[in-house]
């Protein structure tokens, strides 16, 4: 049983540079999220998705853009990285509103 | 909107002592209410869930959960730690409308020695 896939498990990027931050689920939930975690802080929503084609905003979008063409998939990009966006990303699916949410097993990013 | 309160940051707990982690929410209308636990390096695993029903609710584990809606609360209980219970754990709310998205406590670290 997959779940939720995540990758890259770790990465380091520069001040500036752009990347993408893979997330796949194998369980056709419509629900999907994305949070990032900092110590002391607990997870906090950048981006959901209710289903293809619908994205919406979390607490915490700026620096940060989504797209959801399929139901499995949902990246996240980041643009241009700053120092504040170093922190432990995590993907989750859930198959309803409201309903428990199943998560990847996170992305660890540094950017220095 | 939403709003998790947990307010024991770090607890130390001795082998086979009992445990109570306090979670608080802010919410004006219905609620679903979660626990999760994120051992050391690894993803988020839901301990155990709360819709609807009986407000005290079993996890796995030997976890369990107490809804207590006058007081918006859902505390975490465990009669005897184990030294493998050393963790973070995470108190979530979601509303049970359409659309709704999990909010979640800033965590509570339990450190558990032998």
């Known amino acids: 049983n997959a779940g939720v896939t995540q990758t890259p498990k770790f990465r380091i990027l520069k001040i500036g540079q752009s990347m993408t931050l893979q997330c796949t689920q194998d369980m056709n939930h419509n629900y999907m999220y994305w949070y990032r975690q900092d110590p002391g802080m607990g997870l906090k929503l950048i981006y959901y998705?209710?289903?293809?084609?619908?994205?919406d905003k979390g607490e915490v979008p700026n620096g940060y853009n989504v797209s959801r063409s399929t139901t499995e998939d949902f990246p996240l990009r980041l643009e241009l990285a700053a120092p504040s966006q170093t922190s432990v990303y995590f993907c989750?699916?859930?198959?309803?509103?409201?309903?428990?949410?199943?998560f990847g097993q996170g992305t660890r990013l540094t950017v220095v | 909107a939403q709003s998790v309160s947990q307010h024991n940051h770090h607890v130390i707990l001795s082998e086979a002592a009992s445990l109570e982690l306090g979670c608080n929410y802010s919410?004006?209308?219905?609620?679903?209410l979660f626990w999760y636990v994120q051992y050391p390096g690894q993803h988020l695993q839901l301990l155990l869930k709360?819709?609807?029903?009986?407000?005290l609710v079993k996890g796995i584990k030997g976890f369990e959960a107490e809804f207590i809606k006058s007081k918006f609360s859902f505390n975490l209980r465990k009669p005897s730690v184990q030294w493998s219970d050393t963790a973070e754990y995470f108190c979530a709310v979601s509303n049970t409308g359409t659309a709704s998205k999990l909010t979640f406590g800033t965590g509570t670290r339990l450190q558990v020695t032998l």
């Open positions: 709360y819709f609807s029903g009986d407000p």
């Open positions: 998705s209710v289903g293809a084609g619908i994205t």
């Open positions: 919410y004006g209308g219905t609620v679903n």
């Open positions: 989750a699916s859930s198959p309803a509103s409201g309903a428990e949410a199943f």
